[in-house]
């Protein structure tokens, strides 16, 4: 029984010299890779931080990705989305379809 999923992501493009739609590309096919059905992507723009966590980041790129997924996708995810630098913060809610 797949569920719908919502997922937030802080980018931290510092040290990234890409146009932000390829750092959005490897997220998609990491979720893509644990079967995750993606619905739809949201680029909320750069946002600062109410704190931050350091002095030379104060500021992120927000995504919001919404897709279909089964119930062990929020671990699988952080699991893999852990290992890439570029992502600081990713926040995974269940959403009502």
């Known amino acids: 029984m797949k569920r719908n999923y919502q997922a937030t992501f802080i980018l931290d493009t510092r040290k990234w010299h890409e146009p932000i739609e390829a750092l959005i590309d490897q997220i998609k096919a990491i979720v893509e890779e644990i079967n995750g059905e993606i619905q739809s992507v949201q680029k909320l723009g750069i946002k600062p931080f109410a704190r931050a966590p350091r ?26 989305i852990g290992l890439n630098p570029n992502v600081n913060r990713v926040i995974v809610e269940t959403i009502e379809a």
């Open 55 to 80: 002095r030379d980041f104060v500021e992120g790129h927000y995504v919001t990705l919404t897709c279909l997924a089964e119930p062990q996708f929020n671990v699988i995810l952080q699991e893999r």
